[in-house]
């Protein structure tokens, strides 16, 4: 499995998180899966989403079907970039590819892939 992001999207996010800090910034991830790669091609902000210090929520109710989600966007603000026992909730409802950046600065060296089980994978930028 890998996640291919353009590095445009990703910049999105990126601000995303640093506009946000010092709460967590959560997108949702579309695009298309490809063999085993999650081809994204554009951010959604997770509709009604609130976040404090320590957690992002949002309402899945709100998620069109068709919005094509193949995963998901946090940050973790003055955390490492590895998934806590939450994230592994939110990456096992909504796609195969995941990203959490962890900062600040939030950049793409601090960014980290995951698949639907926490587990690394490979992060393209394109
Ligand atoms: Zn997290």
């Not at 291919?4 to 506009?19: K, Q, W, Y």
């Not at 509709?47 to 094509?68: C, H, K, M, R, T």
Request: glycine share 8%; aromatic share 10%; hydrophobic share 45%.
């Amino acid at each position: 499995m890998k996640l291919v992001i353009p590095r445009d999207v990703l910049e999105s996010c990126l601000l995303g998180a640093t506009n946000t800090f010092p709460s967590e910034f959560l997108g949702l991830l579309a695009g298309f899966y490809q063999k085993e790669e999650a081809v994204v091609e554009k951010l959604y902000l997770a509709p009604l989403s609130q976040s404090n210090e320590d957690s992002v929520w949002f309402d899945s109710l709100n998620v069109p079907i068709s919005a094509g989600v193949v995963g998901t966007f946090h940050s973790h603000p003055n955390a490492t970039a590895r998934p806590s026992a939450q994230d592994l909730r939110l990456f096992s409802r909504y796609g195969r590819g995941h990203l959490i950046a962890a900062g600040p600065p939030f950049t793409a060296r601090q960014t980290a892939a995951f698949d639907a089980h926490g587990r690394r994978i490979e992060l393209v930028v394109l």
